[in-house]
């Protein structure tokens, strides 16, 4: 397992370009976004595969194997890949693009980003040992690791809302995403079953607490009523981000900026609550395994 191959260098190169184009805000050039993805993720992998002693070619040929055919073998060298699903996506939009000349939006080139940047980081610690934010700071400058999270502790709230703002300024629904996601896990951390010894999937539909959580701030005096219409705002601007498709018959043009101030207020409240240590009590709540 060598993270000095060509194979893993080229693939580490792809993601860290991938990263910058998106910067850049260019329409135009989110299709190699998604190009070079593709490619760091087939490059990764293939790499893995040659760490195993097997070969990525075809037979006699000098044509590598398919990435279907590497998630095989990998199956049967004992690496799964829990994150398949989306990769095929993004392998077949990939084609899509090669041969149809497509153009992604900004919300899908981000999604992906968000998504091979997620595979990676676990992908990287769990078969090379090595940690995704200092590969790529070899590359990527602080301020595009943060628009991805991969700075763990922002130095204070500040750098957080800059990070926010730099997104937003590249893709507002990017930044809106990203927002939402932010509040949803500091929700989380106020949660009864956040605290429990097997902590439940991060998926804050599944808490049994959630639909009260806000209800419970308001009775202790942490925030005022008004929270709850705010949060409610920005899930719908959330999925509006999430599933532009959906939204593009309609004539009214969604308030980004609206969206993501009420998600700055709503962060800065519940760090507030974070910060008194408060806790909603709810004896033997637990996840709902039927949601």
Do not use: C
């Not at 070079?36 to 194997?65: C, F, P, Q, W």
């Not at 990435?67 to 392998?91: H, M, N, Q, S, Y």
């Not at 999430?242 to 980004?256: G, I, L, R, Y």
């Amino acid at each position: 397992m060598s993270d000095k191959s060509p194979l893993f260098i080229s693939s580490i190169e792809l993601l860290a370009h991938s990263i910058e184009l998106f910067t850049q805000g260019k329409e135009r050039k989110y299709k190699f976004v998604i190009l070079h993805l593709a490619n760091a993720i087939e490059l990764i992998l293939k790499d893995r595969l040659i760490d195993k002693g097997m070969s990525i070619y075809e037979g006699n040929s000098n044509r590598t194997v398919n990435i279907w055919t590497v998630f095989t073998e990998l199956g049967k060298a004992g690496i799964t890949i829990p994150e398949r699903p989306v990769i095929e996506l993004l392998v077949d939009d990939r084609h899509t693009i090669q041969h149809r000349f497509g153009y992604p939006n900004s919300d899908t080139v981000f999604y992906y980003l968000e998504q091979v940047i997620a595979f990676f980081k676990r992908f990287l610690i769990d078969e090379y040992g090595v940690d995704i934010t200092e590969i790529l700071g070899l590359y990527v400058s602080e301020n595009d690791l943060a628009l991805f999270n991969l700075v763990e502790k922002p130095k204070d709230e500040k750098d957080l809302y800059t990070s926010l703002d730099d997104l937003f300024a590249i893709s507002p629904e990017s930044a809106v995403l990203q927002a939402y996601n932010s509040v949803e896990s500091k929700i989380i951390q106020i949660m009864p079953e956040a605290t429990d010894d097997n902590k439940p999937p991060r998926m804050i539909w599944q808490y049994r607490s959630f639909p009260h959580i806000l209800d419970d701030l308001v009775i202790h005096g942490f925030v005022s009523q008004d929270i709850i219409a705010k949060f409610d705002i920005l899930r719908q601007m959330r999925n509006r981000a999430a599933h532009t498709a959906h939204f593009q018959d309609e004539q009214s043009s969604p308030d980004w900026e609206e969206a993501l101030r009420i998600a700055k207020e709503l962060l800065g409240r519940l760090d507030k609550v974070i910060e008194s240590g408060h806790i909603r009590k709810e004896p033997n709540t637990s996840v709902d395994s039927t949601v």
